[in-house]
């Protein structure tokens, strides 16, 4: 099993939540922050896990979610913020979440029915694999995501 995958996408959804949360303010996004205190290595490097995290928000600059100004060591990346594309993603409304709540003011549904708060759902909830399948929807670069049931 390719537990780091799992891990990968755990990452991806924090540190794009916590850019979301901040939006559209610049801020310092701390890997100890996503994942929690880890220890050294015997030579002070940081450990695998850590490695991993920071390699995973890398990536989504890479990808063109996100945009930063330097890395703080090996400790956070400085000046984060989402990009055009991090932030529709996030905000973007999934077809047929909500069941028969459309009682509900417009604004309330727009905002749970968002990808954004499905990752928080997921988190919170500790479901991996619904953290999973809606993390891959943020990859997904149209509207068509047929292959992932949320």
């Known amino acids: 099993m390719d537990l780091q995958i799992d891990d990968f996408y755990k990452d991806c ?10 939006f559209p303010r610049r801020i310092a996004l701390y ?11 015997e030579f002070g490097l940081p450990s695998k896990r850590h490695e991993s995290c920071l390699g995973a ?4 600059a890479d990808e063109g979610y996100l945009r930063f100004d330097s890395t703080i060591r090996f400790e956070a990346l400085d000046q984060a913020v989402l990009t055009e594309k991090g932030f529709l993603r996030l905000s973007r409304t999934l077809p047929g979440v909500l069941d028969g709540r459309e009682t509900l003011p417009a604004s309330i549904l727009r ?12 988190i919170r909830n500790a479901d991996s694999e619904h953290l999973v399948r809606v993390t891959r929807l943020i990859f997904v670069s149209g509207t068509d995501a047929s292959d992932d049931i949320v």
């Open 13 to 22: 959804a924090t540190g794009l939540l916590q850019l979301y949360q901040a």
């Open 31 to 41: 890997v100890e922050d996503l994942i929690g205190p880890s220890e050294p290595d």
């Open 57 to 60: 928000l890398l990536w989504l």
């Open 111 to 122: 905002v749970r029915a968002s990808l954004a708060q499905q990752l928080r759902d997921a």
